[in-house]
T-cell receptor, first 110, second 119 residues
Framework: SQQGEEDPQALSIQEGENATMNCSYK?????LQWYRQNSGRGLVHLIL?????REKHSGRLRVTLDTSKKSSSLLITASRAADTASYFCATEDSWGKLQFGAGTQVVVTP | GAGVSQSPSNKVTEKGKDVELRCDPISGHTALYWYRQSLGQGLEFLIY????????KSGLPSDRFSAERTGGSVSTLTIQRTQQEDSAVYLCASSATGTSGRSATDTQYFGPGTRLTVL
């Protein structure tokens, strides 16, 4: 079974809008990571937030982590067509093992 | 090359045949992971190597799956007597460290994957 679950499963927005997706998990974590995947290949690491952090920014990305609710969110601001991809959250346990959710498919239309 | 490489990029095989998938991690990375991704699904953890420690095989779906890592570098994932449900993209990742209980955490860098199709 998967540790992380993303919500929504799919998201369609227009360029310039913000995209928000959420991730919930079940067990304690070392950190939580967000990845992007284009066309079913090429998983790219976006951002890592440690269990003792609450918010992190990287360019147009903003990630929050609420360990009390076992949830995280990824916000992409001012989206672009190039942001079209699948986004996955992954939780890392103390053994370094990553467990991925099923992902959110984001489509950004011009 | 500076990244994780995998070969072949695509593999088509007949049901019942054995296949070997190769992963070359980033030089110096001690931790190596194999994942499987079925169409439209998230990644499924298969196996994890860390240095000379015994691998964590808890994600291997059946005894038809095995993996080894020679010399702490290159890894081979072997699937024996392939079945149609084995069709997926197999992804390898490496990270600089992966020791249990470590305080530092390291990004996993993924290879491009091998797309396996079992006919």
């Amino acid at each position: 079974s998967q540790q992380g679950e993303e919500d929504p499963q799919a998201l369609s927005i227009q360029e310039g809008e913000n995209a928000t997706m959420n991730c919930s998990y079940k067990t304690s974590i070392n950190n939580l990571q967000w990845y992007r995947q284009n066309s079913g290949r090429g998983l790219v690491h976006l951002i890592l937030i440690r269990s003792n952090e609450r918010e992190k920014h990287s360019g147009r990305l903003r990630v929050t982590l609420d360990t009390s609710k076992k949830s995280s969110s990824l916000l992409i601001t001012a989206s672009r067509a190039a942001d079209t991809a699948s986004y996955f959250c992954a939780t890392e346990d103390s053994w370094g093992k990553l467990q991925f959710g099923a992902g959110t498919q984001v489509v950004v239309t011009p | 090359g500076a990244g994780v490489s995998q070969s072949p990029s695509n593999k088509v095989t007949e049901k019942g045949k054995d296949v070997e998938l190769r992963c070359d991690p980033i030089s110096g990375h001690t931790a190596l992971y194999w994942y499987r991704q079925s169409l439209g699904q998230g990644l499924e953890f298969l196996i994890y190597f860390q240095g000379n420690s015994a691998p964590d095989k808890s994600g291997l779906p059946s005894d038809r799956f095995s993996a080894e890592r020679t010399g702490g570098s290159v890894s081979t994932l072997t699937i024996q007597r392939t079945q149609q449900e084995d069709s997926a993209v197999y992804l390898c990742a490496s990270s600089a460290t992966g020791t249990s209980g470590r305080s530092a955490t390291d990004t996993q860098y993924f290879g491009p994957g091998t797309r396996l199709t079992v006919l």
